[in-house]
Protein backbone atom coordinates (compact mmCIF):
# COMPACT_ATOMS: atom_id res chain seq x y z
CA UNK A 1 0.00 0.00 0.00
CA UNK A 2 1.42 3.27 -1.01
CA UNK A 3 -0.20 6.24 1.17
CA UNK A 4 0.58 9.82 0.90
CA UNK A 5 0.04 12.11 3.94
CA UNK A 6 -1.05 15.65 3.28
CA UNK A 7 0.24 16.93 6.90
CA UNK A 8 3.04 17.12 9.42
CA UNK A 9 1.81 17.91 12.64
CA UNK A 10 0.26 15.39 15.08
CA UNK A 11 -2.28 13.49 13.47
CA UNK A 12 -0.46 13.32 9.84
CA UNK A 13 2.99 12.01 11.85
CA UNK A 14 1.15 9.59 14.26
CA UNK A 15 -0.58 7.95 11.34
CA UNK A 16 3.18 7.74 9.45
CA UNK A 17 4.42 6.14 12.18
CA UNK A 18 1.74 3.03 12.51
CA UNK A 19 1.25 2.71 9.03
CA UNK A 20 5.44 2.42 8.48
CA UNK A 21 5.05 -0.22 11.19
CA UNK A 22 2.61 -2.40 9.16
CA UNK A 23 4.65 -2.09 5.74
CA UNK A 24 2.91 0.65 3.95
CA UNK A 25 4.69 2.66 2.09
CA UNK A 26 4.14 6.16 3.42
CA UNK A 27 5.41 9.76 2.40
CA UNK A 28 4.53 12.72 4.27
CA UNK A 29 3.86 16.22 2.59
CA UNK A 30 4.27 19.66 4.94
CA UNK A 31 3.79 22.87 3.43
CA UNK A 32 5.92 24.86 5.69
CA UNK A 33 9.85 24.66 4.61
CA UNK A 34 10.88 23.00 7.35
CA UNK A 35 10.38 21.35 10.94
CA UNK A 36 9.37 24.25 13.66
CA UNK A 37 8.07 24.64 17.44
CA UNK A 38 4.45 25.99 17.02
CA UNK A 39 1.86 26.75 19.69
CA UNK A 40 2.04 27.08 23.02
CA UNK A 41 0.44 24.45 26.02
CA UNK A 42 -2.12 22.31 25.37
CA UNK A 43 -3.06 18.48 27.13
CA UNK A 44 -2.41 15.18 26.58
CA UNK A 45 -5.73 13.01 27.70
CA UNK A 46 -5.66 9.45 28.65
CA UNK A 47 -6.68 8.58 24.78
CA UNK A 48 -3.73 10.63 23.72
CA UNK A 49 -1.56 9.04 26.44
CA UNK A 50 -2.72 5.32 25.49
CA UNK A 51 -1.11 5.88 21.55
CA UNK A 52 1.89 7.72 22.80
CA UNK A 53 2.91 4.61 25.29
CA UNK A 54 2.32 2.09 21.76
CA UNK A 55 4.65 4.79 19.67
CA UNK A 56 7.15 4.37 22.89
CA UNK A 57 7.17 8.12 23.34
CA UNK A 58 4.92 8.43 26.75
CA UNK A 59 8.04 8.46 29.29
CA UNK A 60 9.76 11.26 27.10
CA UNK A 61 6.48 13.30 27.03
CA UNK A 62 5.59 12.49 31.32
CA UNK A 63 9.38 13.66 31.69
CA UNK A 64 8.37 16.88 29.51
CA UNK A 65 4.95 17.60 31.31
CA UNK A 66 4.15 20.30 33.68
CA UNK A 67 2.10 19.93 36.92
CA UNK A 68 -1.22 21.09 36.91
CA UNK A 69 -3.21 20.79 40.76
CA UNK A 70 -4.73 23.81 41.86
CA UNK A 71 -7.77 25.61 39.60
CA UNK A 72 -8.69 28.84 40.89
CA UNK A 73 -11.99 30.61 39.28
CA UNK A 74 -11.74 34.73 39.52
CA UNK A 75 -14.39 37.29 38.46
CA UNK A 76 -13.55 40.55 36.46
CA UNK A 77 -12.68 42.45 39.53
CA UNK A 78 -9.78 39.23 40.42
CA UNK A 79 -11.08 38.02 43.00
CA UNK A 80 -10.66 34.23 43.89
CA UNK A 81 -14.73 32.71 43.65
CA UNK A 82 -13.17 29.21 44.43
CA UNK A 83 -10.36 26.96 44.51
CA UNK A 84 -10.58 23.39 43.17
CA UNK A 85 -8.15 20.39 43.08
CA UNK A 86 -7.69 19.20 39.41
CA UNK A 87 -6.37 15.66 40.43
CA UNK A 88 -9.79 13.93 40.91
CA UNK A 89 -11.06 15.82 37.28
CA UNK A 90 -7.42 14.45 35.54
CA UNK A 91 -8.24 10.87 37.26
CA UNK A 92 -11.99 10.86 35.60
CA UNK A 93 -10.09 11.34 31.80
CA UNK A 94 -7.78 8.83 32.26
CA UNK A 95 -4.90 10.77 33.46
CA UNK A 96 -3.41 14.49 31.92
CA UNK A 97 -0.13 15.52 30.87
CA UNK A 98 0.45 19.15 30.52
CA UNK A 99 2.94 19.87 27.57
CA UNK A 100 4.15 22.66 25.55
CA UNK A 101 3.03 21.38 21.87
CA UNK A 102 6.15 21.84 20.49
CA UNK A 103 7.77 19.03 23.07
CA UNK A 104 4.62 16.67 22.09
CA UNK A 105 5.00 17.57 18.63
CA UNK A 106 8.77 16.92 18.46
CA UNK A 107 8.61 13.43 20.15
CA UNK A 108 6.29 12.31 17.47
CA UNK A 109 8.59 13.75 14.59
CA UNK A 110 11.54 12.46 16.18
CA UNK A 111 9.95 8.57 15.73
CA UNK A 112 9.40 8.76 12.05
CA UNK A 113 12.17 11.40 10.89
CA UNK A 114 14.66 8.73 10.19
CA UNK A 115 12.47 6.15 9.02
CA UNK A 116 10.33 7.54 5.99
CA UNK A 117 10.60 10.89 3.52
CA UNK A 118 9.03 13.59 4.79
CA UNK A 119 9.19 16.92 2.28
CA UNK A 120 8.77 19.92 3.18
CA UNK A 121 7.69 23.28 1.82
CA UNK A 122 5.41 21.80 -0.69
CA UNK A 123 1.38 20.95 -0.74
CA UNK A 124 -1.12 19.72 -3.17
CA UNK A 125 -2.66 21.15 -5.84
CA UNK A 126 -4.62 18.74 -7.77
CA UNK A 127 -6.07 15.48 -6.77
CA UNK A 128 -7.33 13.07 -9.43
CA UNK A 129 -9.16 9.78 -8.19
CA UNK A 130 -9.34 6.74 -10.65
CA UNK A 131 -10.00 2.97 -10.24
CA UNK A 132 -5.92 2.01 -9.95
CA UNK A 133 -4.96 4.95 -7.44
CA UNK A 134 -5.15 9.22 -6.74
CA UNK A 135 -3.21 10.64 -8.98
CA UNK A 136 -1.79 14.17 -7.07
CA UNK A 137 0.10 17.62 -8.73
CA UNK A 138 2.14 19.49 -6.30
CA UNK A 139 2.49 23.12 -6.18
CA UNK A 140 5.84 22.81 -7.89
CA UNK A 141 4.49 20.73 -10.39
CA UNK A 142 5.25 17.45 -10.15
CA UNK A 143 3.38 14.40 -10.25
CA UNK A 144 3.13 11.23 -8.64
CA UNK A 145 0.30 8.24 -8.24
CA UNK A 146 -0.88 6.84 -4.67
CA UNK A 147 -3.30 4.20 -3.70
CA UNK A 148 -4.50 6.21 -1.09
CA UNK A 149 -4.33 9.67 -0.10
CA UNK A 150 -4.97 11.03 3.53
CA UNK A 151 -5.91 14.69 4.10
CA UNK A 152 -4.47 16.00 7.72
CA UNK A 153 -3.43 19.67 7.03
CA UNK A 154 -5.69 21.35 9.35
CA UNK A 155 -8.62 23.55 9.80
CA UNK A 156 -8.00 25.14 6.44
CA UNK A 157 -7.30 21.59 4.89
CA UNK A 158 -6.25 21.76 1.02
CA UNK A 159 -6.84 18.22 0.72
CA UNK A 160 -10.57 18.74 2.17
CA UNK A 161 -11.23 21.91 -0.36
CA UNK A 162 -10.26 19.61 -2.86
CA UNK A 163 -11.73 16.15 -2.99
CA UNK A 164 -15.34 17.13 -1.29
CA UNK A 165 -17.39 19.78 -2.00
CA UNK A 166 -18.82 22.12 -0.06
CA UNK A 167 -17.75 23.99 3.00
CA UNK A 168 -17.36 22.62 6.34
CA UNK A 169 -16.19 25.32 8.66
CA UNK A 170 -18.13 26.31 11.01
CA UNK A 171 -17.45 29.50 12.75
CA UNK A 172 -18.18 30.05 16.54
CA UNK A 173 -17.22 33.98 16.41
CA UNK A 174 -14.67 33.98 18.96
CA UNK A 175 -11.20 34.87 18.58
CA UNK A 176 -8.31 33.30 20.36
CA UNK A 177 -4.50 34.23 21.58
CA UNK A 178 -1.88 32.23 23.18
CA UNK A 179 1.41 33.00 24.54
CA UNK A 180 4.22 31.26 26.72
CA UNK A 181 6.43 33.61 29.07
CA UNK A 182 9.22 32.47 30.72
CA UNK A 183 11.50 35.11 32.93
CA UNK A 184 8.20 36.02 34.55
CA UNK A 185 8.61 35.50 38.30
CA UNK A 186 7.76 39.18 38.97
CA UNK A 187 4.72 39.22 36.75
CA UNK A 188 3.35 36.04 38.77
CA UNK A 189 4.23 37.58 42.05
CA UNK A 190 2.35 40.51 41.29
CA UNK A 191 -0.94 39.02 39.69
CA UNK A 192 -0.78 36.87 43.18
CA UNK A 193 -0.63 33.38 41.22
CA UNK A 194 0.57 30.55 42.67
CA UNK A 195 2.75 27.43 40.86
CA UNK A 196 1.05 25.11 39.28
CA UNK A 197 -2.61 26.52 38.91
CA UNK A 198 -4.68 27.49 36.43
CA UNK A 199 -6.43 30.49 37.06
CA UNK A 200 -9.78 30.77 35.29
CA UNK A 201 -11.66 34.85 34.78
CA UNK A 202 -15.43 34.71 33.88
CA UNK A 203 -15.81 38.69 32.18
CA UNK A 204 -18.65 39.63 29.96
CA UNK A 205 -18.22 38.24 26.39
CA UNK A 206 -14.82 37.08 27.08
CA UNK A 207 -12.44 34.50 28.99
CA UNK A 208 -8.88 34.55 30.11
CA UNK A 209 -7.01 31.14 31.43
CA UNK A 210 -3.67 31.24 33.27
CA UNK A 211 -1.69 28.53 33.55
CA UNK A 212 1.77 28.93 36.06
CA UNK A 213 3.69 26.10 35.35
CA UNK A 214 6.48 27.30 37.52
CA UNK A 215 7.50 30.09 39.94
CA UNK A 216 8.88 31.96 36.33
CA UNK A 217 7.05 30.63 33.96
CA UNK A 218 3.21 31.08 33.01
CA UNK A 219 1.31 30.20 29.47
CA UNK A 220 -1.70 32.56 28.58
CA UNK A 221 -5.23 31.74 27.08
CA UNK A 222 -7.18 34.47 25.77
CA UNK A 223 -10.48 34.13 23.86
CA UNK A 224 -12.91 37.25 22.91
CA UNK A 225 -15.50 37.89 20.28
CA UNK A 226 -14.50 37.35 16.48
CA UNK A 227 -13.12 41.11 15.49
CA UNK A 228 -15.02 43.11 12.82
CA UNK A 229 -14.55 40.45 9.56
CA UNK A 230 -13.41 37.78 11.43
CA UNK A 231 -9.85 39.61 11.03
CA UNK A 232 -6.64 37.72 12.65
CA UNK A 233 -4.30 40.55 14.18
CA UNK A 234 -0.55 40.49 12.44
CA UNK A 235 2.17 39.85 14.75
CA UNK A 236 2.69 43.55 15.63
CA UNK A 237 -0.82 43.98 16.11
CA UNK A 238 -1.66 41.73 18.74
CA UNK A 239 -0.35 43.02 21.88
CA UNK A 240 -2.55 46.19 21.28
CA UNK A 241 -5.49 44.00 20.73
CA UNK A 242 -5.36 42.05 23.97
CA UNK A 243 -4.93 45.55 26.06
CA UNK A 244 -8.07 46.76 24.38
CA UNK A 245 -9.75 43.85 25.44
CA UNK A 246 -8.32 42.70 28.47
CA UNK A 247 -6.20 45.33 30.11
CA UNK A 248 -9.18 46.31 32.70
CA UNK A 249 -8.71 43.03 34.36
CA UNK A 250 -6.61 43.77 37.40
CA UNK A 251 -2.90 42.88 36.43
CA UNK A 252 -4.16 41.08 33.42
CA UNK A 253 -2.31 44.27 31.40
CA UNK A 254 1.44 43.59 33.35
CA UNK A 255 0.96 39.62 32.10
CA UNK A 256 0.46 41.27 28.24
CA UNK A 257 2.85 43.98 28.47
CA UNK A 258 5.64 41.17 29.66
CA UNK A 259 5.56 39.17 26.04
CA UNK A 260 8.74 41.65 24.52
CA UNK A 261 7.90 39.57 21.23
CA UNK A 262 4.70 39.82 19.76
CA UNK A 263 5.58 36.86 17.41
CA UNK A 264 5.33 34.76 19.88
CA UNK A 265 1.31 34.95 20.34
CA UNK A 266 -0.44 32.95 18.21
CA UNK A 267 -3.45 34.12 17.02
CA UNK A 268 -6.63 32.71 15.43
CA UNK A 269 -10.05 33.03 14.62
CA UNK A 270 -11.24 29.63 16.07
CA UNK A 271 -14.10 27.66 14.18
CA UNK A 272 -14.68 23.97 13.61
CA UNK A 273 -15.19 21.23 11.09
CA UNK A 274 -18.40 19.71 10.79
CA UNK A 275 -18.95 17.28 7.94
CA UNK A 276 -21.39 14.22 7.31
CA UNK A 277 -18.10 11.25 6.06
CA UNK A 278 -14.59 11.45 6.70
CA UNK A 279 -13.84 9.92 3.22
CA UNK A 280 -14.43 10.27 -0.29
CA UNK A 281 -13.56 7.35 -2.70
CA UNK A 282 -9.56 6.90 -1.65
CA UNK A 283 -8.91 10.01 -0.11
CA UNK A 284 -9.48 10.32 3.94
CA UNK A 285 -9.15 13.09 6.45
CA UNK A 286 -8.06 13.00 10.33
CA UNK A 287 -7.45 15.48 12.76
CA UNK A 288 -8.69 19.15 12.71
CA UNK A 289 -9.08 18.56 8.50
CA UNK A 290 -11.92 16.06 9.59
CA UNK A 291 -13.24 17.30 13.00
CA UNK A 292 -11.90 20.40 14.34
CA UNK A 293 -12.85 20.76 17.71
CA UNK A 294 -12.08 24.28 18.84
CA UNK A 295 -9.53 24.92 21.84
CA UNK A 296 -11.95 25.22 24.49
CA UNK A 297 -12.38 21.33 25.89
CA UNK A 298 -7.84 21.16 24.95
CA UNK A 299 -8.59 17.12 23.53
CA UNK A 300 -8.17 18.24 20.13
CA UNK A 301 -4.51 16.67 20.45
CA UNK A 302 -5.56 13.46 21.99
CA UNK A 303 -8.61 12.56 19.58
CA UNK A 304 -6.24 13.50 16.09
CA UNK A 305 -3.81 10.85 17.68
CA UNK A 306 -6.86 8.41 18.33
CA UNK A 307 -7.94 9.00 14.83
CA UNK A 308 -4.80 8.13 13.23
CA UNK A 309 -4.38 4.90 15.39
CA UNK A 310 -8.21 3.91 14.60
CA UNK A 311 -7.28 4.22 10.84
CA UNK A 312 -3.84 3.22 10.94
CA UNK A 313 -5.33 -0.30 12.52
CA UNK A 314 -8.08 -0.23 10.12
CA UNK A 315 -6.07 -0.55 7.01
CA UNK A 316 -4.31 -3.73 8.58
CA UNK A 317 -7.00 -5.00 9.60
CA UNK A 318 -9.75 -4.73 6.94
CA UNK A 319 -10.18 -5.99 3.36
CA UNK A 320 -10.56 -2.93 1.60
CA UNK A 321 -9.86 0.70 2.01
CA UNK A 322 -13.62 1.59 1.91
CA UNK A 323 -14.19 -0.95 4.88
CA UNK A 324 -10.70 0.72 6.80
CA UNK A 325 -12.44 4.13 6.40
CA UNK A 326 -16.15 3.17 7.69
CA UNK A 327 -14.61 1.27 10.57
CA UNK A 328 -12.45 4.32 11.32
CA UNK A 329 -14.84 6.96 11.68
CA UNK A 330 -17.41 4.44 12.96
CA UNK A 331 -15.55 4.32 16.04
CA UNK A 332 -15.03 7.82 17.22
CA UNK A 333 -17.47 9.96 15.71
CA UNK A 334 -19.91 9.94 18.02
CA UNK A 335 -17.57 11.12 20.75
CA UNK A 336 -16.07 13.78 18.22
CA UNK A 337 -19.79 14.78 17.62
CA UNK A 338 -20.53 14.97 21.33
CA UNK A 339 -17.14 16.92 22.16
CA UNK A 340 -18.22 19.72 19.38
CA UNK A 341 -21.46 20.14 20.95
CA UNK A 342 -19.76 20.72 24.18
CA UNK A 343 -17.08 22.70 22.71
CA UNK A 344 -19.96 25.26 21.10
CA UNK A 345 -22.40 25.01 24.33
CA UNK A 346 -18.89 25.71 26.25
CA UNK A 347 -17.70 28.68 24.72
CA UNK A 348 -21.78 30.20 24.75
CA UNK A 349 -21.79 30.04 28.15
CA UNK A 350 -18.11 31.00 29.14
CA UNK A 351 -18.91 33.91 26.50
CA UNK A 352 -22.18 35.15 27.28
CA UNK A 353 -21.85 38.53 29.34
CA UNK A 354 -25.50 39.09 29.94
CA UNK A 355 -25.83 40.39 33.95
CA UNK A 356 -28.37 37.33 34.93
CA UNK A 357 -25.37 34.77 32.85
CA UNK A 358 -22.42 36.09 34.93
CA UNK A 359 -24.56 36.04 38.07
CA UNK A 360 -25.49 32.67 37.44
CA UNK A 361 -21.79 31.45 36.52
CA UNK A 362 -20.09 33.03 39.71
CA UNK A 363 -23.27 31.23 41.87
CA UNK A 364 -22.85 28.18 40.21
CA UNK A 365 -19.15 27.59 40.68
CA UNK A 366 -18.98 29.30 44.46
CA UNK A 367 -21.74 26.54 45.11
CA UNK A 368 -22.10 23.62 43.20
CA UNK A 369 -20.61 20.62 45.04
CA UNK A 370 -17.01 20.38 43.75
CA UNK A 371 -17.62 16.94 43.32
CA UNK A 372 -20.46 18.05 40.49
CA UNK A 373 -18.33 20.46 38.95
CA UNK A 374 -15.14 18.00 38.51
CA UNK A 375 -17.65 15.97 36.24
CA UNK A 376 -19.10 19.02 34.26
CA UNK A 377 -15.20 20.13 33.54
CA UNK A 378 -14.22 16.30 32.46
CA UNK A 379 -14.16 16.34 28.97
CA UNK A 380 -14.34 12.63 28.51
CA UNK A 381 -17.52 11.32 26.39
CA UNK A 382 -18.63 7.49 26.76
CA UNK A 383 -18.11 4.88 24.20
CA UNK A 384 -14.49 5.51 23.61
CA UNK A 385 -12.91 2.42 24.63
CA UNK A 386 -9.21 1.83 23.19
CA UNK A 387 -8.34 -1.40 21.62
CA UNK A 388 -5.32 -2.33 23.39
CA UNK A 389 -3.15 -4.83 21.26
CA UNK A 390 -0.08 -3.54 19.82
CA UNK A 391 -0.18 -2.39 15.92
Not at 107 to 117: F, H, I, S
Request: charged fraction near 20%; glycine fraction near 10%; proline fraction near 4%.
Amino acid sequence: MNVLIVGGGIAGLTLAHFLELHGAQVQVLERVAGFREIGSMTAMYGEGMRVAEEMGILDRLRAMSYRQETQVLRDERGRTVRTFDLRPAHALQGGVLTLRRADWHLAVYETVKDRLPIRFGATVRALHQHEAGVDVTLDDGSRSTHDLVVGADGIGSVVRSLAFAGEFRRPVNLGLMTFLLTGAADVIRHAGLIPFAVNEWFLRGRYIEITTLAEDTLAGIFVYPSLPGHHVPRAEERPSVLRQQFGHVPAIADVIDAVRDPSLIYCDDMGQVVMPKWSHGRVVLIGDAAYALTPMLGVGGSKAMRGAYNLARALKEEATYSAAFERYERGIRGPIETLQKQSRSMAGFALNGSPPVMLAKITLFRYLPESVVVRMRSAAPKGTAFESSRM
